[in-house]
């Protein structure tokens, strides 16, 4: 490999505006073994997937509200502040849960590990194991 006399770069390294831990990888896509998390991941996309995970654990609960919902149309906000109160609680306590909030981080950090190993996206990586 030649290097550039002006640069100092070999001909075949590419420039890139993100730092080393976020480009390259075996797909391009950022290191795998990286469990830095960015602003973005810790403020949206974590507490996103709180929320989801949250509503499967309190099932119970959103169903009560969901169901009172669709007996009280537009009155739900006034019919069915029990239920509101009571899926809200319980969400807010897994929230609040320090071990439900490290599993989630720890579930989404391996999921984009693997995303960034094999540069396929968790949904399809689902459909493709399915019709195996």
Same mark, same amino acid.
């Given at each position: 490999?030649?290097?550039?006399?002006?640069?100092?770069?070999?001909?075949?390294?590419?420039?890139?505006?993100?730092?080393?831990?976020?480009?390259?990888?075996?797909?391009?896509?950022?290191?795998?073994? %990286?469990?830095?998390?960015?602003?973005?991941?810790?403020?949206?996309?974590?507490?996103?997937?709180?929320?989801?995970?949250?509503?499967?654990?309190?099932?119970?609960?959103?169903?009560?509200?969901? %169901?009172?919902?669709?007996?009280?149309?537009?009155?739900?906000?006034?019919?069915? &502040?029990?239920?509101?109160?009571?899926?809200?609680?319980?969400?807010?306590?897994?929230?609040? %849960?320090?071990?439900?909030?490290?599993?989630?981080?720890?579930?989404?950090?391996?999921?984009?590990?693997?995303? &960034?190993?094999?540069?396929?996206?968790?949904?399809?990586?689902?459909?493709?194991?399915?019709?195996?």
């Amino acid at each position: 490999m030649a290097a550039n006399e002006e640069t100092g770069r070999s001909q075949n390294e590419t420039k890139s505006v993100l730092p080393n831990r976020m480009g390259g990888g075996p797909a391009g896509l950022g290191d795998p073994s %990286d469990k830095t998390l960015r602003k973005v991941e810790r403020e949206v996309v974590i507490p996103k997937l709180m929320k989801e995970r949250a509503k499967e654990l309190c099932h119970e609960e959103v169903k009560a509200f969901n %169901d009172c919902g669709k007996l009280n149309g537009l009155l739900l906000p006034f019919k069915c &502040r029990k239920e509101n109160s009571a899926m809200q609680e319980c969400t807010i306590r897994w929230y609040k %849960d320090p071990n439900f909030v490290e599993e989630t981080t720890k579930q989404f950090l391996e999921e984009r590990s693997e995303y &960034r190993s094999t540069g396929i996206p968790k949904k399809y990586r689902q459909n493709s194991k399915e019709t195996v």
